[in-house]
């Protein structure tokens, strides 16, 4: 019996061996799958000018065509010092398998917080949300995407 998939997450290519765990939802009523992170890392902390930290994941994530992946941080996230440097992310269904990086997401973090913030591989670092969208009458998009993180910059 075969089963078509309609979202979910995978193991990026690269990180098979590498222990990572399938995101799953706390209670039933959960709208976010808790991400854990895929390596450690530490986040210093913020000074201005400074770069987010990017965590990886190890993970990509797909979904029906007319879907998003939201990136979010946990509610706790901000009093721990976790602040993301794009309040959200956005993961366009074309991201999963790009050719520049499989699709592989990542969290983008700021430390909030007065010292570097210590992330060990298997810690909860955000939870993703599997969103519905919607396009306007008169949309014309037709470019397809090629590349990975940032490559629909314009």
């Known amino acids: 019996m075969s089963c078509i998939k309609t979202r979910g997450f995978e193991i990026a290519k690269g990180w098979e061996d590498k222990d990572i765990h399938i995101p799953k939802r706390s209670t039933m009523y959960a ?3 808790d991400v854990e992170a895929a390596e450690d890392i530490t986040i210093p902390m913020y000074q201005p000018g400074q770069k987010p930290t990017l ?5 990509k994530a797909y979904c029906k065509p007319d879907e998003w992946i939201m990136l ?7 009093k721990k010092g976790f602040l993301m440097a794009n ?18 997401f990542y969290f983008q973090y700021f430390n909030i917080s007065d010292h ?3 992330v060990k591989k298997g810690d909860v670092i955000g939870q993703v949300i599997f969103q519905k969208y919607f396009t306007t009458d008169d ?3 037709t470019e397809i995407r090629t590349g990975g993180f940032g490559s629909t910059d314009k």
């Not at 965590?55 to 993970?59: R, S």
């Not at 979010?72 to 901000?78: A, L």
């Not at 309040?87 to 990086?101: F, H, P, Q, R």
């Open 31 to 33: 709208a976010g799958y």
């Open 55 to 59: 965590i990886p994941t190890g993970l």
């Open 72 to 78: 979010v941080n946990r509610s706790s996230g901000p």
């Open 87 to 104: 309040s959200i992310g956005v993961v366009d269904y074309d991201y999963y398998g790009n050719e520049t990086n499989d699709g592989h």
């Open 116 to 118: 570097d913030l210590e």
């Open 139 to 141: 949309d014309e998009a």
